[in-house]
């Protein structure tokens, strides 16, 4: 079910793996390869951090030496069991994480670019990047049915839109068309 969606070209795949385990055998990692062998359109989240066993860390991964992204891996700290049960809110938890990396002697030089917060913002540039590159397609797509079904319209015969009612159905229609293509587009149609 995963591989019908991260398959589409307009995904954004979050690859997400425990730090406490191998990465070279994360199921996450091989399906993103499989689907994106470039990698522009992947990126790595390393998960619980804060349980790794002591004396040991994900550096190798979060720096890209021991396994390389095109873009940046992002280590993140959830709430933990008892947080949730203790209905510790999400202000609170992203206050937590912030603070584990910045204290911590291991990730403390990466602070800047860990965390839910970092990976939110950088997933919305990437977004934004994404749809900036998409609108000339998707305006050209646009245009190009607007003048096929022009074409088709004039080949049948136009009906005037006499009333005001009548001239705004035809632009709500239009905007239901638009919106469609839209969505088809950005769902990798």
């Not at 890209?64 to 709430?79: A, I």
């Not at 469609?180 to 149609?189: A, I, Q, S, T, Y």
């Amino acid at each position: 079910m995963v591989r019908s969606y991260v398959a589409k070209p307009n995904c954004i795949i979050l690859a997400i793996s425990p730090a406490n385990q191998d990465i070279a055998t994360s199921d996450a990692m091989k399906l993103a390869k499989e689907v994106d062998p470039t990698g522009e359109r992947t990126f790595g989240v390393l998960t619980k951090l804060d349980l790794m066993d002591k004396g040991t860390n994900a550096l190798d991964v979060l720096e890209g030496r021991s396994y390389r992204l095109q873009h940046p891996w992002v280590g993140v700290v959830n709430r933990s069991q008892a947080d949730i049960n203790k209905n510790v809110d999400m202000i609170v938890a992203r206050r937590k994480e912030r603070e584990y990396f910045a204290t911590s002697p291991d990730y403390s030089h990466l602070a800047s670019r860990m965390g839910s917060e970092y990976l939110a913002k950088l997933l919305s540039k990437q977004l934004e990047s994404v749809i900036r590159s998409r609108i000339p397609s998707i305006t050209s797509l646009i245009n190009k049915t607007i003048d096929e079904l022009e074409a088709e319209m004039n080949h049948l015969g136009r009906p005037v839109a006499v009333d005001a009612g009548a001239q705004l159905y035809t632009i709500l229609e239009m905007c239901r068309a638009f919106d469609r293509v839209f969505k088809e587009h950005l769902d990798g149609g």
